[in-house]
């Protein structure tokens, strides 16, 4: 491994405008190249820092855009985990263009002891995650593909033997999106990583980075079919490529369990049945509502329009339509954040899917 100051020094020294000559309230949109994070190693203290530019007002959700510098502070939180795994976080806010924090970070470490995973071209459409796995605990799988490398970590004490499908599973649908997108990403290792604590029930997918817990991995087992792997594959394009505002969340989701159903018919198992159990959760939920209208998951109702009335709504309409319409939307939005009016224009075809039927 490299040092820790050539390693771990990153900065997204990308070019960042002053909000008034780059964005407009017209607009609504954020380019991610308008961020910068900082990561840095000070003796035996890792400090993150950063700053933004988000869309408008998030009190009004109007007016201008506004720069965020170093006005604001917030201390990361570090969740530790009994196998001496750490994961930073920012609690409670999800979506980086919702909050202006300078984002600042103390962990006492020796930094050669870890590996250390984040986020190095862009900043992550969720929580800020710096994932540090010590490596006296945690093993590294390389598998390559033509694509690029993907690195496995999971404990090492772990004795349970992962099948071949269980690799190909994500390696796979990684494939299957890169051409659905016409985008492959990166060329940078993809990492997939597995917090042996029992505890770490987190299921979360970062750009160029799966992190969950081994529950999900028994679940794998259990239920191939209907394996949670595509979905958290597929948001590196759809959730970590392209974003939706937080208000949103709903169309994220949905949408992305639509794309994943598009890999379980090409590889062509899994297809009939999971759209058959969204039909049968759907039908169960206790009233139908317009999609349109969702802003959260609060609600049982909520969570099961979300993830299952949706992409069962547009797995009825015709496919080819439906994804020439997202492919259109990634290629000309990639990298910015997009408004559900944004999506409305672009995807006029979808637009009766949000209605209650």
Same mark, same amino acid.
């Not at 349109?292 to 109702?301: F, G, H, L, N």
């Not at 672009?346 to 039927?357: A, R």
């Given at each position: ?14 070019? $960042? ?22 990561? +840095? ?6 400090? $993150? ?6 869309? @408008? ?14 006005? @604001? ?9 009994? !196998?001496?795994?750490? $994961?930073?976080? +920012? ?5 980086? &263009?919702?909050?202006? %924090?300078?984002?600042?970070?103390? $962990? ?5 002891? #870890? ?22 605990? @945690?093993?590294?799988?390389?598998? !390559? ?5 993907? &690195? ?9 033997? #992962? ?5 190909? =599973? ?19 290792? *993809? ?17 160029? *980075? ?6 999900? #991995? ?29 208000? !949103?969340?709903?169309?994220? %989701? ?14 062509? +198992?899994?297809?009939? =049945?999971?759209? =058959?159990? #969204?039909?049968?959760? *759907? =039908? ?17 109702? %909520? ?48 637009? &009766? ?5």
């Amino acid at each position: 491994m490299k040092k820790i100051n050539t390693l771990l020094l990153f900065v997204l020294s990308m070019s $960042v405008a002053s909000a008034q000559d780059t964005l407009t309230p017209a607009q609504m949109l954020v380019d991610h190249r308008q961020y910068n994070l900082n990561l +840095r190693i000070e003796g035996d203290t890792l400090r $993150v820092s950063g700053f933004y530019l988000i869309p @408008y007002d998030t009190t009004t959700y109007s007016g201008q855009p506004i720069k965020v510098d170093t006005a @604001y502070s917030l201390p990361l939180v570090d969740y530790r985990t009994a !196998d001496g795994a750490i $994961v930073l976080r +920012r609690e409670g806010n999800w979506y980086p &263009h919702i909050n202006g %924090e300078l984002l600042t970070a103390q $962990v006492h470490i020796k930094a050669d002891d #870890y590996y250390i995973l984040g986020g190095t071209e862009w900043l992550p459409s969720f929580d800020i995650h710096l994932v540090l796995l010590p490596k006296d605990k @945690y093993a590294c799988k390389v598998i !390559d593909s033509p694509i690029r490398p993907f &690195h496995f970590y999971r404990l090492a004490s772990d004795t349970t033997q #992962y099948p071949d499908a269980y690799y190909r =599973e994500f390696v796979d649908s990684y494939n299957f999106y890169c051409t659905f997108f016409g985008d492959s990403l990166s060329l940078k290792p *993809m990492n997939i990583v597995e917090i042996g604590d029992p505890q770490f029930v987190m299921c979360q997918s970062l750009r160029d *980075m799966i992190i969950f817990g081994h529950y999900f #991995y028994d679940v794998y087992t259990m239920i191939p079919d209907f394996s949670w792997i595509p979905h958290e594959v597929a948001h590196q394009w759809w959730g970590n490529g392209i974003f939706f505002e937080y208000r !949103d969340y709903a169309l994220s %989701e949905s949408l992305n369990e639509y794309i994943k159903l598009q890999f379980l018919k090409s590889r062509g +198992r899994g297809y009939e =049945e999971q759209v =058959e159990y #969204y039909k049968a959760m *759907m =039908e169960r939920a206790e009233k139908s509502l317009p999609i349109a209208d969702i802003r959260s998951v609060e609600t049982q109702d %909520e969570s099961i329009a979300i993830y299952h009335t949706a992409p069962y709504r547009l797995s009825l309409m015709k496919a080819t339509s439906v994804n020439t319409a997202l492919q259109q939307l990634y290629s000309k939005y990639k990298h910015t954040v997009v408004s559900r009016d944004m999506f409305l224009k672009e995807c006029k075809t979808l637009q &009766h899917w949000l209605k209650s039927q």
